[in-house]
């Protein structure tokens, strides 16, 4: 009988030559549980970059019990290679720009399966606008208060001259901290990433107070 530890080794191609998972050559998982992070029905923008973000994955009735981290994308989304079975998927503490709930989904796999993972923010960003003037990118959008309870530290608008643009990865950003209305507006002369780089990419977020990972577009504006 294969352990869910087992299973795991195999399902991520992790140190699989490091665990001894018996002489039986189990086959790799097939089914595909793929996903998004939501909030009624939304994608919840997150940072893309360095594996940041996760959900955890739990199955129960195996000797060895260990959760495995399934990492999100910019848009919330994610996808990874299982056996079919009954999982647990779940929000681990402080991860993410959203309220820690504990909030369990039972998710039972057999070939390929999607679901939404729903969660609450704190915050959403709402009519998301990308304009260039010249060599400034302005950029405005609205904030809808979902839970007062972490003010705001401050709302940003960053490029990259990549695909990826979050608090890790930018090449230019400007902040703004007085977040007083549910209404921003952002300018930033990106003059320099223009003329020097072959793509452009633009992306508005905010950083909530006490929450290591921010909120985000959830679609990063290609400008060039």
């Given at each position: 009988m294969r352990t869910f530890f087992c299973k795991l080794i195999v399902s991520f191609g992790v140190l699989i030559n490091l665990f001894a998972c018996g002489k039986d050559n189990y086959d790799a998982p097939e089914s595909a549980l793929n996903g998004q992070v939501t909030y009624q029905g939304k994608p919840i923008g997150v940072r893309g970059s360095n594996q940041s973000v996760y959900l955890q994955l739990w199955q129960d009735g195996y000797q060895l019990r260990s959760p495995v981290n399934v990492y999100l994308t910019q848009d919330g989304s994610f996808s990874t290679k299982l056996f079919d079975g009954t999982y647990k998927l779940v929000t681990t503490s402080g991860n993410g720009p959203w309220i820690s709930s504990g909030d369990t989904l039972l998710v039972q796999v057999k070939g390929n399966t999607r679901v939404d993972f729903q969660v609450k923010p704190y915050y959403t960003l709402d009519n998301i606008v990308y304009r260039i003037e010249g060599n400034m990118l302005k950029a405005s959008f609205d904030v809808q208060t979902i839970d007062a309870t972490r003010p705001i530290d401050f709302a940003m608008l960053m490029?990259?001259?990549t695909k990826f643009v979050d608090l890790g990865q930018y090449s230019y950003k400007i902040e703004k901290s007085?977040?007083?209305s549910s209404h921003v507006e952002l300018e930033l002369?990106?003059?320099?990433?223009?003329?020097?780089?072959?793509?452009?990419?633009?992306r508005v977020g905010l950083k909530i107070n006490g929450i290591t990972e921010a909120l985000y577009d959830?679609?990063?504006?290609?400008?060039?």
């Open positions: 490029v990259n001259d007085d977040v007083t002369d990106m003059k320099d990433i223009l003329t020097k780089s072959s793509a452009v990419y633009a959830s679609s990063p504006q290609k400008l060039k």
